[in-house]
Nanobody, 125 residues
Framework: QAQLEQSGGGSVQAGGSLRLSCALS????????MAWFRQAPGERRREGVA?????????RYVDSVKGRFAISQDSAKKTLYLEMTTLKPEDSAMYYC?????????????????WGQGALVTVSS
C-alpha cells in the first residue's frame, strides 16, 4: 500500500529558507499527482499549496507562494521536494504531502487518500 514519509521543516527567521522532502513507497512514482498542503495552528482546514503531476514537469502553486516555493523531484528516489524561500511568519504551519493516482485537478484535500505524517515549519518575525 502507498505510504509517504516526510522529512525537513524546522524553525527559521523571516526571509529564511527550508526544504521539505516527501518519499513515496508502495506505488509507482510515475503517473501520480503529489501535492503539498499546510494547516496553520488553530485551523481545521488544510490549505493546498502546490501540486505536481510526476509524469509532466508542470508544478502549480497557489498565489500566496508563487515565486517563493518550488517543487522538484528525484524520480530515482521517488521523492518530491518543496523548496521554500523568503519565508514569512504566515507560512508557519504543519506541512503535509499527499498523493493520488492520475493527473492533478484542483487542490482539494478530500481528493487525496494517502498522506504523510506532517512536518512543522515555524517562521519567526
Amino acid at each position: 500500500q502507498a505510504q509517504l514519509e516526510q522529512s525537513g521543516g524546522g524553525s527559521v527567521q523571516a526571509g529564511g529558507s527550508l526544504r521539505l522532502s516527501c518519499a513515496l513507497s508502495g506505488l509507482t512514482f510515475s503517473g501520480v499527482c503529489m501535492a503539498w498542503f499546510r494547516q496553520a495552528p488553530g485551523e481545521r482546514r488544510r490549505e493546498g499549496v502546490a501540486n505536481f503531476y510526476t509524469s509532466e514537469n508542470t508544478p502549480r502553486y497557489v498565489d500566496s507562494v508563487k515565486g517563493r516555493f518550488a517543487i522538484s523531484q528525484d524520480s530515482a528516489k521517488k521523492t518530491l521536494y518543496l523548496e521554500m524561500t523568503t519565508l514569512k511568519p504566515e507560512d508557519s504551519a504543519m506541512y503535509y504531502c499527499a498523493v493520488r493516482v492520475g493527473r492533478c485537478g484542483g487542490l482539494r484535500a478530500d481528493s487525496f487518500g494517502v498522506w504523510g505524517q506532517g512536518a512543522l515549519v515555524t517562521v519567526s518575525s
